[in-house]
């Protein structure tokens, strides 16, 4: 699941962001990984929400 909305992120612990923000960012290398062999990917639109997921990961840790 590569999408992360605004309110679950909210609800979540500082330690529970961070272990969230590692799965996400190592989703999108396995999709970076997937892109650049030339394979298909199995859901186009989930290289975009998972980087728009990182960011909105990445700052509502700098927010707080």
């Known amino acids: ?3 992360v909305s605004n309110r679950d992120i909210a609800s979540m612990s ?3 962001r961070e272990s969230r923000l590692l799965e ?3 989703e ?3 999709l970076r990984a ?3 062999l030339g394979g298909t990917p ?3 639109g989930a290289y975009k929400a998972t980087r728009r ?3 909105r990961l990445k700052t509502h840790m700098r927010e707080n």
Do not use: N, P, T, V
């Open 28 to 30: 999108l290398l396995q």
């Open 14 to 16: 500082k330690d529970a």
């Open 1 to 3: 699941m590569s999408y």
């Open 42 to 44: 199995s859901s186009i």
């Open 53 to 55: 997921s990182i960011a």
């Open 24 to 26: 996400l960012q190592e």
């Open 34 to 36: 997937e892109k650049a």
